[in-house]
């Protein structure tokens, strides 16, 4: 019999049920400007209330009678085993929520069999996720505008060890993030007379985290930035991205990396098309997490279309919102490949570092798991459009508390 999540082997001593726990536990334990970085959206957060819409909206037919003892979520991507058809998402500055933060949630991601993509922006080296973490690695490439320092970095990125690199194209602009200027948030991250008291509130975080940084080498910074952007990093106070980045670059990087290839930020199947006529491998259809443009389609609307114009021909990885396992196999019976989870996890990591990882990835586990048995499917092969019923979008003005 399987245990409950809270005491599974991952060891975490965290009462945790669901993601949403996590989330309550990370809210205590981080300053608030932290916490919110990780959690809100962008402008009026239309975009964080129609994701939720949109999973809302679909609802399963379950088939019964089927014979479920015998059930199984093993998939691969790009010819490698994954446990659960779930990857850990690119985010920034994850390092914050825990001390060397990117290495416990690879660790974590190693442990459970799910690849773990390393974001540009994270606060530990490429190097060192490599070296001290391994796993199925995967690297997320922001752009930088000086292009040649870009091609650095991806040979940096090969030279350790990674096997599929991930463009992000939905940003060529920094996101407007009002609640981060409110909050005196920025990245890198600096404690100054706005964010004092929040940092002064939370000093388990600042002993446990941002003092253990201090002592080691100093205000944590993006690691993966060569000195000369670290500069133009200080004085802009938020990570840069090239606003020049075009289909030529997609053609190029085909070009000089020969692993897998994902575009990540596509919510339009004449994209998805035109990054399989550039030879991607795969695309991720996203909005950031609704972290970037309000107005943006959720990715779950766009993805039928995706699926039914490349899905045949390339890997379609779909996120923004997947907190439940029983989101995920809808996604999955969309076609969908994948989901990548991002969120969730770093929940996970500021409430435990790598158990309480390793525990949200247990929990998306056991709850796609109970819904496959649910909707009468062995194997994700039985999980079809047949499924599922699409209700019209109803989208609620009620924000999630946050204050
Ligand atoms: C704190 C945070 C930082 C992020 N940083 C990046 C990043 O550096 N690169 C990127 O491509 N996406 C980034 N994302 C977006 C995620 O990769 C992913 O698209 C999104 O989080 C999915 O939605 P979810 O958080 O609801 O699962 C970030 C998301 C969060 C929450």
């Known amino acids: 019999m399987a245990l409950p999540s809270s005491l599974n082997l991952a060891a975490s001593q965290i009462q945790a049920y669901n993601l ?8 205590r334990v981080l300053p608030k ?31 019964v009678l089927r014979g479920v003892s015998d059930r199984s979520m093993h998939t691969q991507f790009f010819g490698q085993a994954s446990q659960m058809p779930l990857a850990i998402a690119p985010t920034g500055a994850a390092g914050l929520l825990w001390f060397d933060g990117e290495i ?14 390393l974001s540009t922006t994270s606060i530990v080296s490429l190097e060192r996720v490599a070296a001290e973490a391994g796993g199925n690695l995967w690297f997320q490439l922001y752009m ?4 040649e320092l870009s091609m650095e970095l991806v040979d940096r990125v090969k030279a350790a060890g990674y096997e599929t690199l991930m463009i992000t194209a939905d940003t060529p602009v920094a996101p407007n993030r ?41 205000v944590p910074s993006l690691e993966n930035y060569p000195a000369s952007l670290r500069t133009s990093l200080r004085q802009s106070q938020t990570p840069l991205k090239s606003e020049a980045l075009n289909w030529d670059d997609v053609k190029y990087l085909r070009q000089k990396w020969t692993g897998p290839l994902i575009i990540k930020g596509i919510l339009r199947a004449d994209d998805a098309q035109r990054a399989l ?33 490349v899905g045949s021909h390339m890997t379609v990885f779909v996120d923004g919102g997947f907190n439940r396992g029983g989101d995920v196999v809808k996604a999955l019976a969309m076609g969908a490949h994948g989901v990548l989870a991002g969120r969730g996890p770093l929940w996970g990591l500021a409430s435990d570092g790598e158990a309480g990882t390793r525990l949200a990835l247990q929990i998306y586990k056991d709850e796609i798991d109970r819904v496959m048995a649910y909707v009468g499917a062995r194997t994700l ?8 019923y699409i209700a019209p979008l109803s989208i609620s003005n009620q924000s999630r508390s946050i204050e």
């Open 33 to 63: 400007g932290l916490f919110q970085y990780v959690d809100r959206g962008t402008e009026n957060e239309s975009a964080l209330r129609t994701i939720k819409a949109s999973h809302e909206s679909i609802m399963l037919r379950p088939r």
């Open 20 to 27: 949403d726990d996590l989330r309550s536990c990370a809210r």
């Open 104 to 117: 416990e949630m690879a660790r974590a991601a190693k442990h459970m069999g799910v690849p773990f993509i």
């Open 277 to 309: 006529d550039c030879g991607v491998d795969g695309v991720v259809v996203s909005n950031h997490g609704g972290r970037n443009l309000d107005a943006s389609l959720p990715p779950l609307i766009a993805l039928p279309e995706i699926i039914d114009k």
């Open 381 to 388: 092969a039985d999980l079809d459009r047949d499924l599922l």
């Open 144 to 147: 930088w505008p000086d292009r």
């Open 178 to 218: 009002e609640y981060n200027r409110h909050n005196g948030f920025t990245l890198p991250m600096r404690i100054s007379h706005r964010n004092a008291l929040d940092v002064a509130l939370h000093p388990q975080w600042f002993l446990k985290v941002f003092a253990k940084y201090l002592l080691r080498s100093g």
